[in-house]
């Protein structure tokens, strides 16, 4: 069962803040983040684990709610190289490893 | 450490022709994952192998694929009498356990 990630787009200018939502209809073992370029491969950003768990790599960081099976990537002060879509995976019982449908965020000068 | 290679990067191939693409996993990655993902759109799960097994390929048409992951060499897709459906990026990712995927560069495959 493919996750659910939301929004489907979203603009920003340099400098500001996003939100990219990743929910499950199933309890999540893990989610995984990745950004992927336009004509690139998608590049892991983080796993999260554990409910509660949150991570952070540079202006880019993530919390996983295990109980509303949910999944949050918060982008900070955004830079123009953020631009990409991001896409979570999500794990079940450790197999069946599924992706959402991506989150296409650009940033404008 | 050289990351995970896919060959080749481009494959032209007529109408019921045959594809092979080829994924070189991360050193000490005894796990790989094969993914297709179409213009505009998501990746989509295919086929997940570890050495000489193939452990889930819920993802992969019933018919004219198949995937392999030999003790020695690389991890082979295989799509038998193509057609123009099939023309996408094909990507392969690896990893140590079950956890954290490496994705090489992927192959893009079109069907004349």
């Known amino acids: 069962q493919q996750p659910v990630q939301s929004p489907q787009a979203v603009i920003l200018r340099e400098g500001e803040d996003a939100v990219i939502n990743c929910s499950s209809s199933?309890?999540?073992?893990?989610v995984h983040w990745y950004r992927q370029k336009h004509g690139e491969a998608p590049v892991f950003l983080m796993i999260l684990l554990k409910g509660g768990e949150q991570k952070g790599h540079e202006k880019i960081s993530a919390s996983f709610n295990e109980k509303k099976q949910q999944s949050s990537l918060y982008l900070t002060a955004s830079q123009l190289s953020y631009s990409g879509t991001y896409f979570c995976g999500t794990e079940y019982g450790g197999q069946n490893f599924v992706f959402g449908p991506g989150t296409r965020l650009s940033v404008l000068p | 450490n050289a990351g995970v290679m896919q060959n080749p990067r481009h494959l032209v191939r007529r109408r019921g022709q045959e594809a092979r693409l080829r994924c070189s996993p991360m050193k000490g990655h005894s796990h790989v994952y094969w993914y297709r993902q179409l213009p505009e759109e998501g990746l989509k799960f295919m086929v997940y192998?570890?050495?000489?097994?193939?452990?889930?390929e819920s993802g992969m048409p019933k018919e004219r694929f198949s995937a392999e992951f030999p003790k020695e060499g690389p991890s082979i897709l295989r799509i038998q009498q193509v057609v123009r459906g099939d023309s996408a990026a094909y990507f392969c990712a690896s990893s140590r356990y079950q956890e954290t995927q490496y994705f090489g560069p992927g192959t893009r495959l079109l069907v004349l």
């Open positions: 192998l570890q050495k000489e097994n193939i452990i889930d």
């Open positions: 199933k309890a999540l073992y893990s």
